[in-house]
Each structure stands twice: as structure tokens, then as C-alpha cells.
């Protein structure tokens, strides 16, 4: 379980979140949802400690993780999908998977077959450079290296964007298969509301840095979505 309690955070003198509270539970996908530049990746990014909280608890799992730098988060479970990918271009498919084994632990040298099957293009092109992708085949390279160190909690930032249908439903099959099999705690930022409703089980609707809606996504209703993320 990932645990938000009253998080605060500024950017200077400009404060982005305001008292964010909320439970991403296990075996559960909970969407994270708003318009653009409302503090949704801001909170990812809080959650995983590349931003410090201003205030506020972070608990995974139970666990006090707030004071933890993100290495050490990586190594209580957290995993980070970030917004563009960020793999490394010029290291291959398999080394990329690699850098995620460093927040194993203990130390796992090789890479978990599961993570090869549930996506097998990787598998094929474990040699080739992450550059040398296809957009959608570097977003699932993102996905596996966050999935090789076995979190029990996954954060994604916006996985489907600029991807074609066929992968964003592989995608999502496999969003399914962590939550169902694994009871892995997801969450996931996004702004494709045909997604989130497919695949979602929670939304959270973000505004302006602060929490305006939740619940259930087969609650999520037309006014919700005219008031808060109808551009």
C-alpha cells in the first residue's frame, strides 16, 4: 500500500501541492488524473524522491519512507516509469534492464525471466540500442526496468502517450496481469480517459495542486470530466 498523507511541495515561493492526501491500495490500478500543469507528475516525482516533500508522510507498505533519498525508496519497493522514457539511447536493451537490477536487494545480477515475457519484443531485440526503438518499444524498455528490480508498488507517468493502440492495449494487459497476479500497488498519471476506464480500478482528480474528486473509476461521470479535464 502507498500511503499520502497532507503533502506539501513548492517550487521557490510557488507551492504546487497543497495537502495531498490518499491510499493507492494493492491488486488495485489508481489513476491520478487532471489537466496539463495541475501537479500530477510533480506528485510522482515527490512520491519518489527526486522532489522533497515541503511536509507531509509518505508510507509504503507501513513504512515511513518521507526522510528516504530515491535510491533507498527504489529499494523499499518504489518504482518510477518516468514522462519520456528516459532510457539510455546508446546502451542495449539489456543493459538498460541492468541499470534497474542496482536497486535489487539483495543484488539479483540477472534479468528476471518474467520481465522478457511479459514483453517479448525485448527479448528479441536485447542487443539492439535503446535508440534505435520504436516509440513504443522504448516505453515497454521503460516499463521492464522499472518491473525488474519487483516492485511492490509502480508509479507511471503518462505510459500511452505518443503510442500506438495495439502496444498501449499490451500495455494495459499488463498493468492487469501485475495487479491481479502480483497484488502490486499501481499508480498511474493519465490523461487517455479511455485507458483509465478500461483499466483503472480508483481515480484521484487533481486541481490546481490539490485533490478534488476521488473514488471508483465506473464513478467517474461526464460532469466530473466537463469540470476538470475537458480542455
Known sequence: MLTLSDLSFSYGTIQTLHGISAEMLPGRVTCVIGRNGVGKTTLLKVIMGILRADSGRIAVNDRNVTSYAANRRAREGLALVPQGRQIFPKLSVADNLRVG????????????????????????????????????MQQQLAIARALVSKPSVLLLDEPTEGIQPNIIQHIGEVLQSLVNEENMTVVLVEQYLDFVKEFGHD??????????????????TQELISDYLSV
Open 101 to 136: 537490477l542496482e536497486a535489487t536487494r539483495p543484488r539479483i545480477k540477472r534479468i528476471p525471466k518474467h520481465v522478457y515475457d511479459m514483453f517479448p519484443i525485448l527479448w528479441d531485440n536485447r542487443q539492439r540500442p535503446g535508440g534505435n526503438l520504436s516509440g513504443g
Open 203 to 220: 481515480f484521484y482528480i487533481m486541481n490546481r495542486g490539490r485533490i478534488t474528486a476521488n473514488g471508483e473509476t465506473t464513478d467517474l
